[in-house]
């Protein structure tokens, strides 16, 4: 098993639909997760950083941590053109305290 | 207010020579990590420096070296080069502690190795 999986996808979604993107990872004592998202041709760009069991909000974007399940994942609201990229889950392993990005998901909005 | 800089934009180099990769961290962080982003895929750690000091290594072979100078900013080393070593080279700066990962990246380095 994968340290931190995602869907690889292309995920495509309407403009103005709700985008809903899953992360898994497999070390249970992980306490820290980030989501980034990358353009294409672009470096990662932080959106949210998410510690706690429960949802996180920040504008159009909401993290949700359930740790006992081993999930986290990202929606976004009223999805933009703008918001097509390439969206990378990163865990912080409790095994060694290091970083681990998954290998992100491909957005596309569909206008 | 300065981001993160990297230079230079692109690189190439032959297989056995050797590469260092520069970065200037974003004004007022002091923690600076290195990534190796593969095409397709999610960057890999390198390793971490604070305060001169590496602090954390990724599963990266002791071809990879850096450096953290006073005013915080960074170099990577890459000796001996391999055709693998063909990637783009990411720097991210953050504040050292519990948010050390809450990182801003920087433009990158491509490195393509013949």
């Known amino acids: 098993q994968k340290e931190v999986e995602q869907n690889s996808g292309p995920l495509s979604v309407p403009e103005g639909a709700i985008a809903s993107l899953n992360c898994t990872y497999s070390?249970?004592?992980?306490?820290?997760f980030f989501w980034y998202r990358q353009y294409s041709g672009k470096s990662p760009e932080l959106i949210m950083s998410?510690?706690?069991?429960g949802d996180k909000e920040d504008g159009r974007f909401t993290a949700q941590l359930n740790k006992a399940s081993q999930y986290v994942s990202l929606l976004i609201r009223d999805s933009q053109p703008s918001d097509s990229a390439t969206y990378l889950c990163?865990?912080?392993?409790?095994?060694?305290?290091?970083?681990?990005f998954g290998k992100g998901t491909r957005l596309h909005i569909l206008p | 207010d300065a981001g993160v800089t990297q230079s230079p934009t692109h690189l190439i180099k032959t297989r056995g020579q050797q590469v260092t990769l520069r970065c200037s961290p974003k004004?007022?962080?002091?923690?600076v990590s290195w990534y190796q982003q593969a095409l397709g895929q999610g960057p890999q750690f390198i390793f971490q420096?604070?305060?001169?000091?590496?602090?954390q290594r990724g599963n990266f072979p002791d071809r990879f070296s850096g450096h953290q100078f006073p005013n915080y900013s960074s170099e990577l080393n890459v000796n001996a080069l391999l055709l693998g070593d063909s990637a783009l080279y990411l720097c991210?700066?953050?504040?050292?502690?519990?948010?050390?990962?809450?990182?801003?990246f920087g433009p990158g380095t491509r490195l393509t190795v013949t």
């Open positions: 990163a865990v912080i392993t409790n095994r060694d305290d290091k970083i681990i």
């Open positions: 991210a700066s953050s504040l050292w502690g519990a948010s050390s990962y809450e990182q801003y």
């Open positions: 004004s007022g962080h002091d923690t």
């Open positions: 070390d249970r004592g992980s306490q820290s």
């Open positions: 998410i510690y706690s069991n």
């Open positions: 420096y604070y305060e001169e000091e590496e602090r």
